[in-house]
């Protein structure tokens, strides 16, 4: 099992946007994302003083080739379409294009 980690800004202007899209995710959605072996996926929004909101994720992946299971994932048109609605909510930070999105954090410590 692998974790990933990640963060994005969140334009403030579209967060209930993105919090409702996330509280009435489209059923293909969830599917596509257990079918590409990713498990225990959680999003948390923080405001971080005035630099603005900044969502942060957490998913486990269970298979054996995470490239390979995140390219057919993402080739879905279910997929491309949710991201459709979905960039244009965020902005990514520390340079990540927009293709990438969301910036990988570093795992400075765990426990089980």
Known sequence: MMRLTGVVEVKEDKLAL??????E?????LAAIKAANFTNYSIHCQKIN???Y???SYLEYVG???AEDSRKMAEKPIIQKWWSVCKPCLKPVNN???EQCWTPLEEVFYTK
């Open 25 to 29: 995710t489209w059923p293909e959605i």
């Open 64 to 66: 054996n080739d995470l």
């Open 18 to 23: 993105y919090k409702q899209l996330h509280t």
């Open 50 to 52: 005035d630099c603005g």
């Open 54 to 56: 900044f969502l942060f």
């Open 96 to 98: 990540t294009s927009m």
